[in-house]
């Protein structure tokens, strides 16, 4: 499995915007499916966004909605989940995923781009919490 290091939670106030960053190496960054999903507490795992990395092709989930974006950044192989106007509910843990690597079919590399069990590698997490 690859190796997936987020970074950028912490305890933050609600109605600011939060930038998560998920970084792995070229071989897996490279060419592939890579997503965002997060844990509520006592929820199960849900996937917020996806992107093809190999032409930026992005994938939103219908819940939550509208305040995240998915980024990529080729030069530090480094996949970032933004998060605007944050409330309590975002209080989350966030993980990043990736697919297997070295996928050149396009968008079609992220079918069923929210589905846990179409990741192979996934990251330790990084808690957000939400708080006045």
């Known amino acids: 499995q690859a190796q997936l290091v987020e970074s950028g939670g912490g305890s933050v106030q609600p109605g600011g915007p939060l930038t998560l960053s998920c970084a792995t190496s070229a071989t897996t960054f490279n060419y592939n499916c890579m997503a965002w999903f997060r844990q509520l507490p006592g929820k199960e795992r849900e996937g917020i966004a996806a992107?093809?990395?190999?032409?930026?092709?992005?994938f939103y989930g219908d819940s939550p909605k509208g305040r995240f974006t998915i980024s990529q950044d080729n030069s530090k192989n480094t996949v970032y989940l933004q998060i605007n106007n944050l409330n309590s509910g975002d209080t989350a843990k966030y993980y990043c995923a990736a697919r297997r690597e070295g996928c050149y079919s396009g968008s079609w590399c992220c079918d069923r781009p929210l589905a846990t069990n179409e990741y192979r590698s996934w990251g330790r997490g990084t808690q957000v919490t939400v708080s006045s």
């Open positions: 992107i093809y990395t190999g032409g930026a092709v992005t």
